[in-house]
Each structure stands twice: as structure tokens, then as C-alpha cells.
């Protein structure tokens, strides 16, 4: 089990590390978990695209994947509008991150 500072759980620093919009911190809190959901793995693509951050077509990629080999039983549907979420990242963060929440908790993350 990961120690608990004075700055909190690992899990509490990679929140804070979100709101502060940057890839570097929120790249580097996410390191210190030992599992980020998709749901997670969606905010931290949020800032990649916010930020203009080259890890975002990766993350993306990433994120697909893992929704298709943790959840078998996704749809085609679901997978297709994974990806045009992430196409519309860029300029539309807020939905897409929506959009992507709404399928991870569809597959059941």
C-alpha cells in the first residue's frame, strides 16, 4: 500500500494534479497510481488536449484499447464514439470527456 503523507493519498495528489492543468504534474501523479480508470485516463486526456500535449493521440489510442480488452463486450457503437470523442477533444473538451465517462461507465469502470 502506497504511503500516506501530509500531502494526502497518491489518489488525492493525481486530483489536485488534474486541476492544475498541467501534462507534466498530472503525468507524473498518474505515475504514482497503481491503476488509473478509464474514466481517470479520459481526464488526464482532457489536459493533454488543453495543453496541446503530443501524449493525446497516444493517450487516446491507449484508451480505446483498453476499453476494448477490459471490456469485451463493448460495442462497436461505444468504440466508434470513443474515437470521434476523441477527435473532438481538442476543441470540445468538456463533451468529449463526458461522452467518454458515459461509455466507461457503460462498460462497467
Same mark, same amino acid.
Given at each position: 500500500? @502506497?504511503?500516506?503523507t501530509s500531502q494526502g493519498s497518491p489518489y488525492s495528489r493525481f486530483q489536485r494534479?488534474?486541476?492544475?492543468?498541467?501534462?507534466?504534474?498530472?503525468?507524473? !501523479?498518474?505515475?504514482?497510481? @497503481? +491503476?488509473?480508470?478509464?474514466?481517470?485516463? !479520459?481526464?488526464?486526456?482532457?489536459? +493533454? *488536449?488543453? $495543453? #496541446?500535449?503530443?501524449?493525446?493521440?497516444?493517450? %487516446?489510442?491507449?484508451?480505446? +484499447? #483498453?476499453?476494448? $480488452?477490459?471490456?469485451? %463486450?463493448?460495442?462497436?457503437?461505444?468504440?466508434?464514439?470513443? !474515437? *470521434? %470523442?476523441?477527435? $473532438?477533444? @481538442? $476543441? #470540445?473538451?468538456?463533451? %468529449?470527456?463526458?461522452?467518454?465517462?458515459?461509455?466507461? *461507465? #457503460?462498460?462497467?469502470?
Amino acid at each position: 500500500m @502506497p504511503a500516506v503523507t501530509s500531502q494526502g493519498s497518491p489518489y488525492s495528489r493525481f486530483q489536485r494534479a488534474l486541476k492544475t492543468g498541467n501534462p507534466h504534474i498530472v503525468h507524473a !501523479a498518474a505515475r504514482e497510481l @497503481p +491503476y488509473i480508470s478509464l474514466k481517470d485516463a !479520459a481526464s488526464i486526456c482532457a489536459v +493533454y *488536449a488543453e $495543453t #496541446r500535449d503530443d501524449r493525446l493521440r497516444p493517450a %487516446a489510442i491507449r484508451w480505446i +484499447y #483498453r476499453l476494448c $480488452t477490459e471490456h469485451p %463486450a463493448v460495442s462497436l457503437e461505444d468504440v466508434t464514439a470513443a !474515437a *470521434a %470523442a476523441f477527435e $473532438t477533444m @481538442p $476543441t #470540445r473538451r468538456q463533451d %468529449a470527456v463526458q461522452a467518454l465517462q458515459t461509455i466507461a *461507465a #457503460r462498460a462497467g469502470t
